[in-house]
């Protein structure tokens, strides 16, 4: 008995070493009590600190029945209350915003009744904070993450990473947006507060019952699962009610494996501000514009001129998203009739398990013109000033790192492999602090893109860690026709960490390496393409 206590009087003691200021913090107590996976470290000193837990739990999203979602609970242990924004009536998880050099410490708790672990997406951490899934943790057990934010502002995002069940899991609701902000952009006089709004773009199925259905055929792993409701930040009935001024939207296509092609149904044109990785130089006027799985786009629209009751609608508008099944279906067009959502249309020349196929027509984000209001937040012709990264400082420029995208015999590879834990090949060993050139071909040479029930498919491609810059796209000539459905809507420009490479493509980047050891990932962000092993681990060393 006597020994009992004795043990559990030092482990007391152990976690009391984490922070001094644990005694006045509850929540940061009962993070301790649970079964820590890794310490906090004592010369690290937090600005802020953060819990979240993931929970099992019931939201009302619908009239009737609850939906049960798997959903991220946050709250503010040290720090200003505004860092976390936990978002009711929806299934998503809290907002974080951080200031750029902020050092955080974030307590993950695992409530649910299966494994996880948080990822940081877009976010330069260093690799045991990078959420990778071979530091998933049990229910009941808590991950310590700390880390400065070194990303310049930006609209960034944190999602589960589990191994083999990151679809799953984000569709059920474990995701969220992380926003950063920065002097530079704060000096900028963009539209804020009010006027700032994320929105955050995922499709859902939802049975008779209001619950979330994911199937999991081989259809639809192939293809990626794909929803008949769009829902906007958790919502379904989303609406914008905005005021006659200008509006800085933050926009993450936090879907599974939709892509969308946003254009404004009045035929405004779009002003981008922002990708990925925060600011462009200038804004780029575009028809419309092209949002993949994990990508961000930052629009400003000015509502200044419309009339009070005035309704307009982001729609997604048609595309070519693949070129079909069986290889020689490559480069067929549109098929099917002019129906609207719902009819079971075959979009894109693909055959498609949703009745709400990918490359269709439909709605996206509704705005209302509610209020009348002045706003002087103008469209500054200069945003920031974004160094170009060289491809003569590019350590292999005369050998890119090829990375080849392909999906045959019912399985989902990068270079041939599938993912597997501590499974590092030669070619994937790179020296820290240098710059890469890689290359992601999708098909653009040869057939392997679509070989024997194979599928010419588009592939978000994600890196882990810093950002890179797009240096170009080459398209082969049985593509083309298909590309150019999607061409003028791409925005290349600025920092990324998602690349949207199309059948037949072949995308060059550069891609920083700096700072950091270790492990980090680079897959495809379809995440049932993820799941089926097109993901793969880099060695930093
Ligand atoms: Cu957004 Cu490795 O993921
Ligand atoms: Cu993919």
Not at 61 to 86: A, H, S
Not at 476 to 481: E, P, Q, V, Y
Request: charged letters at 20%; glycine letters at 10%.
């Amino acid at each position: 008995m006597k020994k009992l206590i004795n043990y559990q009087r030092r482990r007391l003691l152990k976690f009391a070493g984490l922070s001094i200021t644990a005694a006045a913090h509850p929540p940061l107590l009962q993070a301790m009590n649970s079964r820590l996976k890794n310490t906090a470290s004592a010369d690290f000193h937090p600005d802020l600190e953060i819990e979240l837990k993931l929970e099992a739990v019931r939201v009302p999203i619908f009239k009737g029945p609850d939906t049960r979602v798997w959903k991220v609970y946050g709250n503010v242990i040290k720090g200003p209350k505004q860092v976390v924004d936990n978002i009711n009536g929806s299934y998503l998880g809290p907002t974080l915003r951080f200031q750029k050099g902020q050092k955080v410490r974030i307590y993950l708790k695992n409530n649910l009744p299966a494994e996880s672990i948080l990822h940081w997406h877009g976010l330069h951490v260093p690799s045991k904070m990078d959420g990778n899934p071979m530091y998933a943790i049990n229910h009941g057990e808590t991950y310590i993450y700390e880390f400065e934010i070194l990303n310049r502002a930006g609209t960034y995002w944190y999602h589960a990473h589990t191994h083999g069940l990151t679809a799953r899991q984000v569709y059920s609701g474990l995701a969220g947006l992380l926003i950063v902000h920065d002097k530079e952009e704060q000096a900028l006089g963009l539209p804020k507060g009010q006027q700032d709004v994320p929105l955050v773009i995922q499709d859902r199925s939802f049975d008779g019952q209001n619950q979330l259905s994911y199937a999991n055929n081989m259809m639809q792993r192939m293809q990626g699962f794909l929803g008949d409701q769009i829902m906007i930040n958790g919502q379904p009935d989303f609406v914008l009610q905005a005021a006659t001024r200008p509006y800085r939207l933050r926009l993450l296509n936090g879907s599974n494996s939709r892509i969308y092609k946003l254009a404004w149904d009045d035929g405004t044109p779009l002003n981008v501000i922002g990708v990925d990785g925060g600011l462009l130089e200038k804004p780029e006027k575009r028809e419309f514009v092209m949002l993949a799985p994990a990508e961000r786009l930052e629009l400003w629209v000015d509502f200044s001129d419309k009339p009070l009751g005035t309704e307009l609608t982001l729609r997604s508008i048609e595309f070519t998203a693949g070129s079909g099944m069986m290889g020689g279906m490559g480069g067929m067009g549109m098929m099917g009739g002019r129906g609207r959502m719902g009819m079971g249309r075959m979009g894109g020349g693909m055959m498609s398990h949703s009745s709400l196929p990918n490359g269709s027509d439909f709605p996206v984000v509704k705005v209302r013109i509610a209020r009348k209001e002045r706003g002087e937040e103008g469209l500054p012709e200069k945003l920031t000033k974004i160094t170009a990264l060289r491809m003569k400082d590019a350590v292999n420029r005369n050998n890119p790192k090829t990375i080849r995208l392909s999906m045959q015999h019912m399985s989902a590879l990068l270079n041939g492999r599938s993912y597997k834990m501590n499974d590092i090949h030669a070619d994937e060993i790179i020296p820290v602090n240098t710059l890469q050139v890689l290359e992601f071909d999708n098909g653009f040479q040869g057939m392997h893109g679509m070989g024997m029930m194979g599928m010419a498919m588009p592939h978000p491609m994600h890196l882990h860690g810093e950002q890179f810059q797009i240096i170009k796209r080459e398209v082969n000539s049985r593509s083309k026709k298909a590309f150019s459905t999607v061409a003028a809507g791409l925005i290349d420009n600025g920092w990324k960490d998602t690349v949207l490479v199309m059948p037949g493509e072949k995308v060059t980047i550069l891609k920083p390496f700096n700072d950091f050891k270790g492990i980090f990932m680079y897959h495809c962000h379809n995440l049932e393409h993820e799941d089926m092993g097109m993901m793969r681990d880099f060695l930093i060393r």
